[in-house]
């Protein structure tokens, strides 16, 4: 396979952003001990070796979430964690008829046998727990569980320099999109156990689109709950990967931004509300 390769910004001391040829992130915290790779991306490079390229010090890995966007080429690594709720959804994506169908159809890869992706981790996974710490020097990472997208979705707020990643748990357009998701009552809570942090963060980083957020991300994604669960949302059809799903809010024609133009919309299924 072609040897993709990605970019990489800085965006304080100890945090990078690495994006993969797809505009997928991860981000790599860097203290002075450690270094923690948050996510893999779609991994279609040589994403290890990227980050040996921007630190010295030891890599591993923890997955905020068990989608192949997220965890391409983790199979590089030793050291992976991940919380094992999601594991039934780690199972799935990682089974060959999904990695086929993934590959063919969200990648556009013309690739008939599975020994053709990147690696998956197919050793034991370390186990990560809500409110669990990592110490790298001088910077540290505590995890956040926010249910929703997936049932083991983590977000990881990096304490010294108060910057929160969200990754896919709170968005410009949340999916709640398959069994594996939550319902919106249950997701709501998981957002207020978010919300509980909030003082303890300036900025909002996500994985996908414009990758940064305004703090009001969080109160807007609520509030999105809020109205479908009182039935007063938009309930706009939307089709997004073959599911079918509704939106909280009309988006203005041709764009992903809300009529209002706040950011934060919600996609889910009609069945699962409360
Ligand atoms: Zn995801």
């Known amino acids: 396979m072609k040897n993709y390769s990605?970019?990489?910004?800085?965006?304080?001391?100890?945090?990078?952003?690495?994006?993969?040829?797809?505009?997928?992130?991860?981000?790599?915290?860097?203290?002075?001990?450690k270094a923690c790779l948050l996510d893999t991306t779609n991994g279609l490079g040589d994403i290890r070796e990227y980050v040996q390229g921007l630190t010295s010090r030891p890599v591993f890995v923890?997955?905020?979430?068990?989608?192949?966007?997220h965890m391409g080429?983790?199979?590089?690594?030793?050291?992976?964690?991940?919380?094992l709720e999601d594991l039934p959804v780690y199972d799935y994506k990682t089974s060959t008829e999904h990695r086929l169908y993934d590959a063919q159809n969200r990648l556009k890869l013309q690739v008939s046998d599975i020994?053709?992706?990147?690696?998956?981790?197919?050793?034991?996974f370390r186990p990560l727990i809500d409110g669990q710490c990592f110490e790298l020097g001088e910077i540290t990472i505590q995890m956040?569980?926010?249910?929703?997208?997936?049932?083991?979705?983590?977000?990881?707020?990096?304490?010294?320099?108060?910057?929160?990643?969200?990754?896919?748990?709170?968005?410009?357009?949340?999916?709640?999109?398959d069994q594996f998701s939550s319902n919106v009552s249950e997701y709501r809570e998981s957002l207020l156990h978010l919300k509980e942090y909030e003082e303890q963060y300036d900025v909002v980083y996500r994985n996908h689109g414009t990758f940064?957020?305004?703090?009001?991300?969080?109160?807007?994604?609520?509030?999105?709950?809020?109205?479908?669960?009182?039935?007063?949302?938009?309930?706009?059809?939307?089709?997004?990967?073959?599911h079918d799903l509704f939106l909280c809010?009309?988006?203005?024609?041709?764009?992903?931004?809300?009529?209002?133009?706040?950011?934060?919309?919600?996609?889910?299924?009609?069945?699962?509300?409360?």
């Open 115 to 124: 020994s053709e992706l990147p690696p998956v981790y197919n050793k034991e």
């Open 6 to 33: 990605y970019i990489h910004e800085k965006l304080s001391p100890h945090l990078w952003r690495i994006i993969d040829h797809t505009g997928v992130c991860c981000y790599l915290v860097v203290g002075t001990e």
């Open 62 to 69: 923890i997955l905020t979430h068990a989608h192949l966007d």
């Open 144 to 177: 956040i569980s926010v249910k929703g997208h997936t049932p083991g979705m983590m977000c990881a707020l990096l304490k010294e320099e108060r910057i929160a990643i969200f990754g896919d748990a709170c968005g410009v357009a949340v999916m709640l999109m």
């Open 249 to 274: 809010h009309k988006l203005k024609p041709g764009t992903q931004e809300r009529m209002d133009g706040k950011e934060g919309n919600l996609l889910y299924l009609p069945e699962k509300v409360k």
């Open 73 to 83: 080429s983790t199979g590089l690594f030793d050291e992976v964690y991940m919380n």
């Open 212 to 242: 940064t957020s305004p703090k009001e991300l969080l109160d807007n994604v609520i509030e999105c709950c809020d109205l479908v669960l009182a039935g007063k949302d938009d309930h706009v059809s939307f089709q997004v990967y073959g």
